[in-house]
């Protein structure tokens, strides 16, 4: 971890940069990234509480917005670092720097957008739940595993894409499908056809490595409680494989970044 | 973790190939399809490559096109790894392959100092510290605090060249960029790399500027196919280059400067006895050569010099012209050209035999000379056979 305290400052301005460019021309600027999750909150609500009528779920909204604004911070940085080295391939030949600050400022920039979501968010839960839990201390700690999976997981795509073009349009492809397996309208025990198929309710709920997340953020903010040792644990260990998988694969396909850009 | 002093580089044995770019599978479904086929054909950019330049030198890097000169510089900036031996830099490296790399569009011209000296590996602190001196080297005044998106490409060129030229490095490798901006910011350019040599920085200067080489570089490396084909003086240098390149017959071309030199050969012609410019010749044949010189000399020496294709001088010759006001031409007449079927280069030099001596080859003409049937070597020494044919001793013998 010496080479990211080095290179503090070219993170600071690769940021920078990043950050310029994502809200560059837009009148509403960041705006347009909360109302995002606020459109896919609205038409959750409208099917699943309104036409649907199964979620029987208090404070409905901030239980969804509690979900959605993981997965959209997950998806984004995503999508957003997959072509990141491709984009910046006149820099990566023509500049010795440390390459994993591209695909790190662009989830940076993600998670600077995830945490403004989340400061709107903070005072409306506590507001509906009118109650201050210590649960909330734990927040920041779930938010870090969160980054450290996206960032884990941000190198790996980037640098996989450099080297096969199609990483790309395969992870939007499959990431529609991954929204909807991630039980972001329901809890995955208020599903109402659970009971005939647990394993399938087992796999929604671990398999998925973005849904421990989605429940702890949403246990926390929704609910006032602490996520149980299991989603802790789970968290933790998701975050730091991601971290280390991402960092290892980079460091391994880096090499020859500058030749076949 | 380099035993090399400030400045110093060392290359040994550095190897370095490519596979061809359209032959390299791009796509998941491209790398299943190409499985198991045989790997693609690759090309050698580097090829087992020794290069030493002491703290201090600069060094001039020519080459055609492809030849590996740029390869070169991006394995010694670290930017790209070689597949066997060692390429290394001591100190500090500033690679400055092309100007403007990384700036961010909506950036004004004075973020984009911030983020490119970041790059470059400055900290907060020596940014904070340049910054006013490379706001000012770039001239570019107000427009420094408006986006860059917006700037022509020169005011572009500019801007990366003044953050470049004040990363105080130990060794400077330079790509091509010299060729930018207006004639007056060139030079203000090669000033201030000048001075940074005078601080003790060292020097590698791919260029295809001629000029550029000779005014700031004092050894010069021929690279071709990934090897390094000549190392030595300038002067040599280019005139080996030019022969690789095949300089165009009969047209002339320059090897120096003008600049700072009293007298130079301003033209060199290779014409035959009717005074036609030419380049082929039959061995034999009278050629005449014309040469001017321009510049001011009280006595003004010219020197001719043939080379056979190999490089090596075959023949030289000198002659004290007198005094030159402008520009003075004079001749050379060969009555009978006495050499054989190849390619010969023609190089002419001047100097003021007054003026500290220097190397004085200025420009260099290229002719050839057809093969002939009775004769091979370079040199046509005009004999001829004679037979005696004794018939009454052979006779005798039986």
Redesign the interface.
């Known amino acids: 971890m010496t080479r990211p305290v080095r290179h503090r400052f070219l993170f600071e301005q690769m940021v920078r940069r990043e950050l310029r460019q994502k809200y560059k021309g837009s009148a509403l600027g960041v705006a347009w990234y909360l109302i995002n999750p606020l459109v896919l909150m609205g038409a959750y609500a409208l099917v699943f509480k309104v036409l649907l009528d199964v979620a029987n779920i208090p404070d409905y909204p901030v239980f969804l917005l509690a979900g959605l604004i993981v997965w959209v911070f997950f998806a984004q940085a995503l999508l957003a670092a997959a072509p990141s080295l491709v984009l910046n391939a006149p820099l990566v030949r023509k500049v010795r720097f440390p390459r994993e600050t591209i695909p790190a400022s662009v989830a940076t920039v993600q998670l600077i957008t995830f945490v403004a979501m989340l400061l709107l968010l903070l005072p409306v839960a506590l507001v509906v739940r009118d109650s201050l839990d210590p649960a909330l201390l734990l927040l920041p700690v779930i938010v870090t595993f969160l980054f450290c999976l996206v960032l884990g997981l941000s190198m790996l795509v980037a640098v996989l894409h450099a080297h096969f073009r199609d990483v790309e349009p395969v992870l939007a492809a499959g990431l529609l499908p991954w929204f909807f397996l991630t039980p972001l309208f329901l809890p995955v025990d208020e599903f109402p056809g659970i009971d005939d198929h647990e394993l399938i309710g087992d796999l929604l709920e671990w398999g998925n490595p973005v849904a421990p997340f989605v429940d702890s953020v949403r246990t926390i903010l929704w609910a006032g409680e602490a996520p149980d040792a299991a989603h802790l644990a789970y968290v933790a260990a998701a975050g730091l494989i991601a971290l280390a998988l991402g960092a290892v694969v980079f460091r391994r396909m880096e090499r020859d970044l500058a030749v076949m850009l | 973790m380099s035993g090399l002093a400030h400045g110093e580089i060392a290359l040994e044995r550095a190897t370095r190939s490519?596979r061809l770019v359209h032959e390299?599978?791009?796509?998941?479904?491209e790398?299943v399809v190409s499985l198991g086929r045989r790997p693609a054909s690759e090309v050698c950019a580097l090829r087992d490559f020794d290069l030493h330049v002491a703290p201090g030198e600069a060094v001039g890097m020519v080459g055609r096109n492809g030849a590996g000169k740029t390869s070169l510089l991006?394995c010694l900036?670290?930017?790209?790894?070689l597949d066997s031996g060692r390429a290394e830099c001591g100190g500090r490296?500033a690679?400055l392959?092309?100007l403007g790399?990384?700036f961010?569009?909506?950036?004004t011209g004075r973020?984009n100092i911030?983020?490119n000296g970041?790059?470059?590996?400055?900290?907060?602190a020596d940014v904070e510290e340049r910054i006013d001196r490379i706001v000012e080297f770039s001239e570019l005044g107000e427009f420094i605090n408006v986006p860059v998106k917006a700037y022509s490409s020169g005011m572009y060129l500019r801007l990366g060249f003044a953050i470049a030229a004040h990363l105080d490095a130990d060794v400077l490798l330079i790509d091509e960029i010299l060729a930018v901006g207006d004639e007056s910011f060139q030079r203000k350019c090669l000033n201030r790399i000048s001075e940074q040599m005078e601080q003790g920085a060292t020097l590698v200067l791919v260029s295809h500027d001629p000029s550029a080489i000779e005014r700031i570089c004092d050894r010069v490396v021929v690279v071709d196919g990934g090897r390094k084909e000549f190392d030595g003086p300038v002067a040599e240098g280019l005139l080996h280059y030019h022969r690789m390149l095949g300089t165009e017959r009969g047209a002339s071309v320059s090897l120096r400067p003008a600049a700072d030199r009293a007298v130079t050969i301003a033209e060199l012609e290779v014409k035959d006895a009717d005074g036609r410019a030419r380049h082929m010749f039959r061995p034999g044949e009278p050629m005449r050569v014309e040469l001017a010189l321009a510049g001011r000399a009280e006595r003004a020496v010219a020197a001719l010099e043939v080379r056979y294709q190999s490089g090596e001088a075959i023949f030289r010759t000198d002659a004290t012209l007198g005094a030159v006001q402008g520009r003075l031409t004079a001749s050379f007449e060969i009555p009978r050209l006495a050499l054989l079927g190849g390619d010969y280069d023609l190089v002419a030099g001047a100097l003021d035999q007054d003026a500290p001596p220097g190397p004085m080859l200025d420009r260099v003409a290229r002719f050839s000379v057809t093969q002939v049937s009775d004769g091979e070597g370079v040199v046509d020494l005009r004999g001829s056979w004679t037979v005696e044919h004794a018939h009454s001793e052979h006779e005798a013998l039986r």
């Open positions: 490519f390299r599978p791009r796509t998941l479904k790398l991006r900036a670290g930017i790209v790894p490296v690679a392959l092309e790399a990384g961010g569009q909506d950036f973020e911030w983020l970041a790059l470059h590996g400055l900290s907060h």
